[in-house]
């Protein structure tokens, strides 16, 4: 009875963690930027995720961690060419896709500082929910396919969970805060992650 309500305290604290969260990220995204802070807002997910995270993802595991761990390098060099190739180019696509749509129809960008300034539901919103999420996602395991890194695919994947459950736990409670009946019906129309033909 007493790990009971032990459990029950830490769930309710980690969900107490959760709701502050949500509720400064929603805050910050009604907060003028400075012209700094404005640049930096910018300029930092462009050097995390085009250059820290591919260095995290990449370099290390091929060239060290694979050679720690004693793993193989992943067969068939043409065939994950082709679907890494295939992966990354389709990762691309829906990264600037989503980036345009964020811009012209949000009027703002995937950064709670910058936040889009309206509810995007057309396309590629109107396929996923999480376009952004799904672009990163193959263009991160579309280069980690092509070098043929079994350590780089295990760090990718780890990477591409934790992607999803800070979207599921956090982002959408931010955005069903931030939009209210317009999100809550758009979510349940649109799947997560997976696209599905629109309608639209």
């Known amino acids: 009875m ?20 949500v509720d400064k990220i929603v805050e910050a995204s009604k907060n003028p930027l400075s012209p700094k802070n404005h640049f930096l807002a910018k300029a930092l997910p462009i050097f995390v995720f085009f250059f820290f995270f591919p260095a995290l993802f990449f370099l290390l595991p091929k060239f ?8 193989p390098e992943i ?11 295939v992966m990354f180019l389709g990762g691309i696509f829906f990264l600037l896709w989503t980036l345009k749509a964020q811009k012209e129809m949000g009027k703002g ?16 919103y109107s396929f996923t929910r999480n376009p952004l999420a799904l672009g990163l996602i193959n263009f991160y395991l579309g280069i980690s396919i092509a070098l043929g890194s079994i350590s780089s695919l295990i760090i990718v994947l780890i990477f591409s969970a934790a992607i999803l459950l800070y979207i599921k736990n956090i982002e959408e409670k931010e955005l069903a805060q ?20 629109s309608s639209k």
């Open 64 to 71: 060290i961690f694979d050679a720690l761990l004693n793993f």
């Open 109 to 124: 960008t995937p950064m709670p500082l910058m936040a889009t300034q309206k509810l995007v539901i057309q396309a590629p």
């Open 178 to 197: 931030r939009y209210g009946a317009d999100y809550v019906a758009y979510k349940k129309m649109t799947p997560f992650l997976i696209p599905r033909r």
């Open 75 to 85: 067969p068939f060099p043409f065939l994950r060419s082709i679907l890494g190739g």
């Open 2 to 21: 007493a790990e009971r309500k032990k459990l029950f305290a830490q769930n309710k604290n980690w969900r107490g963690g959760i709701v502050k969260l």
